[in-house]
C-alpha cells in the first residue's frame, strides 16, 4: 500500500486479498451477519487490523454524504472554542449540514481516537481545532476526508488551514504593556503533547513574539516565562511563580485569557490588586473577558470568524474544490480595565 501525499484508502477487496476469502465474506463479517464460522471471523478481524481498514468511512463513499462535519476540540473548557462553534454553525445556517463536536484531550492517543471515531460516524469533513497529531497524520486523515485545520500555522497541500497572525498578536500586547511603562513583564505559555514543528505553534509563535519584543526595547534582562498550560489552573500556578521571583513583575502578558483568569485569581489571591500592582494582559477576547467584573484587556484573534471560515471551506471542498487554501486573521487589542500605567511611572501620576 502506499504512503506519503500517495496513500490510498484501504479498500474490502484488499482485506478479501489479504484474508484469502472473498469480499462477501469480509461483508458478513463486518455486518455480523449469520453463518459465518469463527476461523473466518477471526481471519478476517485479523486482516481488518493489519490493514487499518475502516469499513464505516468505506461505507459511507458508497452511500453518499451524511451532512454532518465534526470538529474536534481539544477540550470543551476554554470559552473560545465557543465562538468557534458559534462561527461554524452560522455558516452552515440554511444549508442541509449539521456540526457534531468531540473532545481530542491531552494526548495524542486520545486525540487519534477522537478522529477515527468521527470518520467511523461517516461525517462529511473534519474540523481540528489546534490538534497534537504530526502532520502526516493530519495529511493521512485529509487524504480520506476533507478537513481544516485551526490554529496551527504549517503548510500543507493536502488540506486546509485557518489560523491568526499569532506574532502580531502577541506584539500588540506586549507593547501595549511597554507603552504603559512596565519593563518587568513576564509571560504565561503552554505545553503539550504536540508532534507539530515547534514554529508552526501558535504558543512557540506568542512565547517568541513576546521575548523579541522586549528584546527590541532593551529589556531582555527582564525577560520571565512561566510554562504551565492555557487553562485556569495553569495561569494560576503560572502567576505564584512568576510572582514569587525578585523583583516580581508589574505586568504579566498570558498567551490565553483562559490563563489569564487563572492569573487574575492568584494575583488577587497573593494580595495585590489588579491592576494597581500588576496589569494582566490575555489572549482570545472572550466573552467572559469583556464582563464588568473581569474587565480583562485581551488581544481579539475572532473566533467566530475563524469557525465561520472552517465551514466555508469545508463546503467549498464538498462542491469540487481539490487547491489546498490558508487563512489568516488579523487580530487587534481590546483595551479594557486589567491593564494600567506601571506603578511610580510618570504617567501613573494624577494630573494636576
Do not use: C, W
Amino acid at each position: 500500500m502506499a504512503t506519503g501525499e500517495g496513500r490510498r484508502r484501504v479498500t474490502i477487496a484488499d482485506v478479501a486479498s489479504h484474508a484469502k476469502v472473498s469480499t462477501t465474506a469480509v461483508s458478513k463479517v463486518i455486518r455480523n451477519a449469520y453463518g459465518v464460522s469463527p476461523a473466518m471471523r477471526e481471519r478476517v478481524n485479523a486482516a481488518i487490523e493489519e490493514l487499518g481498514y475502516r469499513p464505516h468511512a468505506a461505507a459511507r463513499a458508497m452511500r453518499g454524504r451524511t451532512y454532518t462535519i465534526g470538529l474536534m476540540l481539544p477540550h470543551i473548557r476554554n470559552p473560545f472554542f465557543a465562538d468557534i462553534l458559534d462561527g461554524l454553525m452560522d455558516q452552515l445556517a440554511g444549508t442541509d449540514y449539521q456540526a457534531i463536536m468531540i473532545q481530542g484531550g491531552a494526548t495524542r492517543t486520545t486525540e487519534r481516537r477522537a478522529v477515527d471515531a468521527l470518520i467511523d460516524r461517516q461525517v462529511d469533513g473534519i474540523v481540528m481545532v489546534a490538534p497534537l497529531a504530526a502532520k502526516t497524520r493530519l495529511e493521512e486523515v485529509a487524504g480520506q476526508i476533507p478537513t481544516v485545520v485551526l490554529g496551527r500555522h504549517e503548510r500543507s497541500t493536502v488540506y486546509d488551514a485557518v489560523f491568526d497572525d499569532d506574532e502580531t498578536g502577541a506584539e500588540l500586547a506586549v507593547q501595549h504593556l511597554i507603552d504603559l511603562g512596565h519593563r518587568r513583564i513576564a509571560h504565561i505559555t503552554h505545553q503539550d503533547d504536540s508532534s507539530a514543528r515547534p514554529g508552526d505553534l501558535l504558543h512557540k509563535i506568542r512565547s517568541e513574539a513576546y521575548e523579541r519584543v522586549m528584546r527590541e526595547h532593551g529589556l531582555a534582562d527582564e525577560i520571565a516565562v512561566a510554562t504551565t498550560y492555557y487553562s485556569e489552573e495553569g495561569g494560576y500556578q503560572g502567576t505564584l511563580e512568576l510572582l514569587n521571583r525578585s523583583p516580581r513583575p508589574t505586568a504579566i502578558f498570558a498567551g490565553a485569557d483562559q490563563a489569564a483568569f487563572g492569573a487574575l485569581a492568584a494575583v488577587h489571591e497573593s494580595g495585590l490588586s489588579v491592576p494597581g500592582d500588576v496589569s494582566i494582559a490575555g489572549y482570545d477576547n472572550t466573552r467572559l473577558a469583556a464582563l464588568p467584573n473581569i474587565s480583562l484587556t485581551s488581544v481579539d484573534q475572532n473566533g467566530a470568524l475563524m469557525g465561520k471560515t472552517s465551514g466555508r471551506l469545508l463546503l467549498e471542498r464538498f462542491e469540487g474544490r481539490t487547491s489546498a487554501v490558508r487563512f489568516s486573521v488579523t487580530p487587534r487589542l481590546v483595551q479594557r480595565n486589567s491593564t494600567a500605567p506601571a506603578p511610580g511611572t510618570a504617567h501613573d501620576k494624577p494630573t494636576t
